[in-house]
Each structure stands twice: as structure tokens, then as C-alpha cells.
């Protein structure tokens, strides 16, 4: 004890300078928008490349759980290419009210439209939407603002804005990007929200995170008139071009009346499991850039996706 009283006595001089720096620095990137933007375009390349080499060495003791989840993500497809009958199959929501349109259309599909949205496939030709393929290098859960790093950056066409998904679901949007490290704020960030539809009945919603359970978020301004079912698919609402339309967001798992709110109180179940979250898919929207600029010359504010 004495030698350390010792040591912190004789270089307290160093130690206060240092911890004075600290503290300034802390307070400059804080309270400057500016710096606070250029501190952290500086550290991701250098802080990416850190934890890209954490992950590749958790990948290697991952590999038995990630090639099980890959054989069984190519079962699902392999059985929606080969399986030309629709035997057995289920709607994971209840079909829209039986008018003629919707018998007709049953008629000749033999199944809901939400099952055919709800495993809607994103196609890395799309000229709308290309696809630029990447892998999580570093996440979190559990913290009220949570964000990802991924391994491809500017260099690879990656720019500040864009969508990511994975084969599940929306996994959130582009933040901060570097020559070969992009970081995303993901769909469990206290800020981030998302335009939503309720796939069997075409409703329009919010899909925001609280900031306390992981596998939940709400999904708000849904009218109490509206009908709602547990087990409803949520998905992209397309009414933005950061996500495509139909992209799978979750399942309606509760619902209850406020009784001083004109609104559903919406808990979904979020579709990724961002625990176990390894490859995404960076989605490069082409027509957002002219869309933006029309809706700016208009007047019209950003949808929810739109937002930083």
C-alpha cells in the first residue's frame, strides 16, 4: 500500500495531466457536433479492424452453429424452389375479409398474399436494390442506443444512410462508414424508427424500440378501430426507399387499449436475432437520392426511416 501511495505520489503530476487530457478531449467530442463527427470517422477504421479480428477468432469457434443455421436456411429454399405444391403449408397471418377480389385471388394462389410477402426474396440483380453483402464484426444488445460493425465500407459502395438486412429481417441503417468499416444503427436504438405495414390489412404503423428487451419493439399509431391478430406479419411499408417494400420486421405478439389514447398499444416480436447475428446484406437503394430531392423541392419531411 505504501509503494503505491509512493508511486501516485511521485508522478502525480503526470497522472492529473493525463487524466486533465482525457477529460478535455471527453468534453470537446461531446459538446461539438463537429468533432464529435470526425472523432468518430477517425477511430472506425482503427477500432474496426480490432474487433474484426476479435470476430473472425469468435467465428472460428462459431462455425458448427453458423454451418447448421446455413443448412437449414437452404432447406427452407430449396423446398420454396422444388416443392411445386402447396400442400401443408400455413399462413402465418389470417386472410383479409372474403370479398370477390380476395376469392379470386385465393382462388389462384391457394394461399394469403401475407405468405408470399412475408417470405419475399431480395434479389442481389435487383436494379432497384442491389445488394452489397457483409459480416458483423462487432453488436450489441443490451444498452439503450445499440449499433453494428460491419467489414465493408466506402470502398465498397457503402454509404451513410443506407438500409441492412439480413435473412430474417431489417437489421437497421448506415451511420458511419470508412474506407473498409461501416457502423449501423440498429433497429434497437432508442432513435431509430421504421415504417411499417401490418401485412394482412394493408395497416400503416411505427416500429420504434423502448430500449429494455431485445427481442420486442412497438409498433405504434395504429388506429383502435383497426382489427388486430396475434401472429400478424409486420413488415417494410415501402413508403421510403431505404428498405424495399415487404421486408420482414415481425410478428404482432400483444396488443391492449390505452385508455386515454386513440392508438394501439402494439408489442411485435422482432424477426432477427441480433444475438446470433453473423451476415447481412447492405441494401443500396437507387431511386432514394432522386426521390429525396423531389420530396425536398416539395416540402415533404422524411418518413420514419428517413431520420438520423
Avoid: C
Amino acid at each position: 500500500m505504501n509503494n503505491l501511495l509512493n508511486f501516485l505520489f511521485r508522478y502525480r503530476g503526470i497522472l492529473v495531466f493525463a487524466l486533465l487530457e482525457v477529460l478535455s478531449l471527453y468534453l470537446l467530442v461531446r459538446n461539438s457536433t463537429y468533432q464529435r463527427a470526425a472523432f468518430f470517422n477517425s477511430s472506425n477504421a482503427y477500432v474496426g479492424q480490432v474487433l474484426d479480428w476479435r470476430a473472425q477468432i469468435q467465428g472460428y469457434f462459431r462455425l458448427v452453429d453458423v454451418n447448421q443455421s446455413l443448412m437449414q436456411e437452404n432447406a427452407r429454399l430449396r423446398q420454396q424452389l422444388y416443392r411445386p405444391d402447396l400442400s401443408g403449408r400455413v399462413a402465418d397471418s389470417l386472410p383479409v375479409s372474403q370479398d370477390s377480389t380476395t376469392q379470386a385471388r385465393l382462388a389462384l394462389l391457394g394461399r394469403p398474399d401475407s405468405l408470399l410477402l412475408g417470405l419475399r426474396q431480395l434479389a442481389a440483380h435487383d436494379p432497384d436494390y442491389p445488394l452489397i453483402p457483409a459480416r458483423v464484426v462487432s453488436s450489441t444488445q443490451r444498452r439503450v442506443d445499440n449499433y453494428l460493425t460491419l467489414n465493408v465500407g466506402s470502398v465498397d459502395g457503402v454509404k451513410q444512410g443506407m438500409g441492412v438486412v439480413s435473412a430474417d429481417g431489417v437489421v437497421g441503417r448506415v451511420k458511419v462508414t470508412s474506407e473498409h468499416y461501416t457502423t449501423i444503427t440498429s433497429v434497437l436504438h432508442s432513435k431509430s424508427t421504421i415504417s411499417a405495414r401490418i401485412q394482412r390489412d394493408g395497416t400503416i404503423g411505427t416500429v420504434r424500440w423502448l430500449g429494455d428487451d431485445p427481442a420486442h419493439v412497438l409498433l405504434d399509431n395504429v388506429p383502435r378501430q383497426n382489427k388486430l391478430v396475434r401472429g400478424d406479419t409486420v413488415v417494410t411499408s415501402g413508403y421510403n426507399a431505404v428498405f424495399p417494400e415487404g421486408v420482414l420486421i415481425g410478428t404482432i405478439e400483444s396488443f391492449v387499449k390505452e385508455p386515454d389514447k386513440n392508438f394501439w398499444t402494439v408489442r411485435v416480436r422482432v424477426a432477427v436475432d441480433f444475438s446470433r447475428l453473423t451476415y447481412v446484406y447492405v441494401v443500396t437503394s437507387r431511386p432514394k437520392l432522386e426521390r429525396d430531392t423531389v420530396e425536398a423541392r416539395a416540402g415533404i419531411k422524411p418518413e420514419a426511416d428517413e431520420r438520423p
